[in-house]
């Protein structure tokens, strides 16, 4: 394996912790069957597929907790990828946006 052996475990802590001060008193789930991941990767796909255009952040866990834990997924993702010109926006109707002006600037 290469890097840190403990990197997974020391993600999910302070992934854990994240949501846990951004979300309120929701508890993250311990399963880890890596349903979130997935869905944080699918959506930061079909926004680098389709610039410009919101894509809807929906999670499989019809809460609002379930749905912030997905944000905040999809927000370490891009940050540990090293993603740029991706945009979450939260609220009722959260979306993720590919902003290729920010990558190469106005036409």
């Known amino acids: ?37 997935g869905i944080a990767l699918e959506t930061i796909g079909k926004a680098l597929q389709n610039p410009g255009q919101p894509i809807p952040i929906e999670d499989h866990i019809l809460v609002d907790a379930g749905k ?3 944000i905040e997924t999809i927000r370490s993702a891009i940050l540990d990828l090293g993603l740029v010109g991706l945009e979450v926006r939260t609220g009722k109707r959260a979306s993720l946006t590919y902003t290729l002006e920010y990558v190469y600037g106005p036409k």
């Open 1 to 37: 394996m290469i890097g840190n052996p403990n990197f997974k475990r020391d993600r999910s802590e302070s992934l854990r912790r994240a949501i846990n001060e951004g979300c309120g008193e929701f508890k993250a789930n311990s399963r880890y069957r890596g349903t979130t991941t």
């Open 68 to 70: 912030c834990m997905l």
